[in-house]
C-alpha cells in the first residue's frame, strides 16, 4: 500500500429518510480542524436514493466537496449495498482519514468497510487529533508524522487508550453523537458537487425490507434538551422519579437517568447517560443521586453548568460539579422546583 497517494479527510454523511443526521454536521465539524492540521479538505460522502439536494446543506457546515453515490437500492439502509458503495468510493478516491459517526447505522456500516478495504478502524473516539505516532517512541523507533491519533476509553472506561493506524489507510473511526462540535452554519456556502455510482446488481442476498416501523416517542431527545434533570440509584425507586419530573416540569428541562437507574428497570435505555449510553453537552445538568462513576461522567462532563445533590459529600461527582449540594434528595428536590416555580411567577 502506497501510503502517499490517501489524501483528504471523509466523513459518511448519514441520512435517514433524506434527512442528513445531526452526527453527520458534527463529524464535518471535527473533520475540518483535522483538514487544516494536515492542510487538505474535507469531503462528505453521501449515501442514499434521490439524495443530491441535500449537498447544500453539508457545504452550510463546512464540506468542500460531496460524492454523492445515489442508486434506488440504497432507498433505505441495508448492510451490504451501503457497505458497497462506501468501500468504493474509498478504492477510488484514497482517503487519509475516514470519519464514521457510532450510530446504529455506523456500527454496522464501518467495521464491514474497514475489513473490506484492509485497514484498521477505532470505535467509540471521543477524541480525534493529528500527530506524531508512537507518542513516545523509544530509542531506534520510528516516529511517524501527521497521524490520526484516536482517543477512547478502554477497560471499561478504566483508562484513556490513544490509537493510531500507522501502516494502513485510510485511518478509520467511529464517533458517537454529541461528541464533536458542529461548524457554525454558513448559508449559501457552496462545495464541490461528484456524483460516483459503482453499480449495484440486486442479489438474492441482499436483505428485503418489507416494512419499516416506526417508534412512536413523545419525549425529547435527551442528548437535544438544554436542561437535563438526571437521576441516579440515590432516587430511591421509579415511583420517586415524580420529584425529578415536577423540576423538570418548574425549570423546562428533560429527565434523564444513570445506568444504574437502566439497569434496575426504572428507566429506559433511551434515557441513559454515559460511556454506554448518551454523550450530553446541555446548558445546565442536574446529577441527582449520581454517584459520579466515570463511565457515567464520560457522558456528561463537557456540560456547560453541572449541579450536584447528593448526600454523600465525597461523591466524585463534587469533582466536576460547578454547583454541589449535599443533603437529602428528598427534601432538597422539592425545594429546588419551589423556589424555580416562585422565581418564575
Ligand atoms: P450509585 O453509584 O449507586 O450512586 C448513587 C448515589 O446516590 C450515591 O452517591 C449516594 O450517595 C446517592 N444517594 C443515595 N441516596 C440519596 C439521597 N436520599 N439523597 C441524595 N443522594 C443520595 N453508568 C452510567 O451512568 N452510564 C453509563 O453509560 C455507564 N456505562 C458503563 C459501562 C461499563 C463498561 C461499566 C463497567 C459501567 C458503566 N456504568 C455506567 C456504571 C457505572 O460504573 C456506575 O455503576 C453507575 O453510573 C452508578 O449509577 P448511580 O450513580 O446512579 O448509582
Not at 78 to 99: D, F, N, Q, W
Not at 231 to 260: H, M, Q, W, Y
Amino acid at each position: 500500500m502506497n501510503l502517499e497517494e490517501y489524501k483528504g479527510v471523509f466523513v459518511f454523511a448519514q441520512q435517514v429518510d433524506n434527512v442528513v443526521s445531526g452526527i453527520a454536521f458534527e463529524l464535518i465539524g471535527k473533520g475540518k480542524e483535522l483538514a487544516k492540521d494536515l492542510g487538505t479538505e474535507v469531503t462528505a460522502v453521501l449515501i442514499g436514493y434521490e439524495v443530491k439536494g441535500l449537498a447544500d446543506e453539508l457545504a452550510a457546515y463546512g464540506a468542500d466537496r460531496v460524492i454523492v453515490v445515489d442508486d434506488p437500492e440504497l432507498k433505505e439502509y441495508r448492510t451490504e449495498p451501503y457497505a458497497h458503495a462506501l468501500s468504493s468510493v474509498i478504492e477510488k478516491y484514497k482517503p487519509e482519514i475516514m470519519l464514521v459517526g457510532a450510530t446504529a447505522i455506523g456500527r454496522d456500516l464501518g467495521p464491514r468497510v474497514s475489513a473490506r478495504i484492509h485497514t484498521g478502524l477505532t470505535a467509540d473516539c471521543t477524541q480525534l487529533d493529528i500527530g506524531d505516532f508512537p507518542l513516545n517512541p523509544v530509542p531506534g523507533q520510528e516516529q511517524k508524522h501527521n497521524q490520526l491519533l484516536m482517543t477512547r476509553p478502554a477497560f471499561g472506561g478504566n483508562t484513556i487508550a490513544t490509537i493510531a493506524c500507522p501502516n494502513f489507510r485510510p485511518q478509520m473511526a467511529t464517533v458517537r453523537p454529541g461528541v464533536m462540535q458542529k461548524a457554525p452554519k454558513v448559508e449559501g456556502a457552496k462545495a464541490v458537487v461528484e456524483e460516483f455510482n459503482p453499480g449495484f446488481t440486486p442479489d438474492n442476498k441482499y436483505v428485503e425490507i418489507m416494512e419499516v416501523v416506526k417508534s412512536v416517542v413523545d419525549t425529547v431527545d435527551i442528548m437535544d434538551a438544554k436542561i437535563l434533570v438526571s437521576g441516579g440509584r440515590g432516587v430511591g425507586s421509579p415511583e420517586n422519579f415524580k420529584i425529578l419530573d415536577d423540576l423538570a416540569e418548574a425549570i423546562g428541562g428533560t429527565v434523564s437517568c444513570s445506568r444504574a437507574v437502566v439497569d434496575a428497570g426504572w428507566k429506559p435505555k433511551d434515557l441513559q447517560v454515559g460511556q454506554t449510553g448518551k454523550t450530553v453537552r446541555p446548558n445546565v445538568y442536574f446529577a441527582i443521586g449520581i454517584s459520579g462513576a466515570i463511565q457515567h461522567l464520560a457522558g456528561m462532563e463537557e456540560s456547560d453548568i453541572i449541579v450536584a445533590i447528593n448526600k454523600d459529600e465525597t461523591a466524585p461527582i463534587f469533582d466536576v460539579a460547578d454547583y454541589g449540594i449535599v443533603g437529602d434528595l428528598n427534601k432538597i428536590v422539592p425545594i429546588l422546583a419551589d423556589k424555580i416555580r416562585e422565581a418564575r411567577a
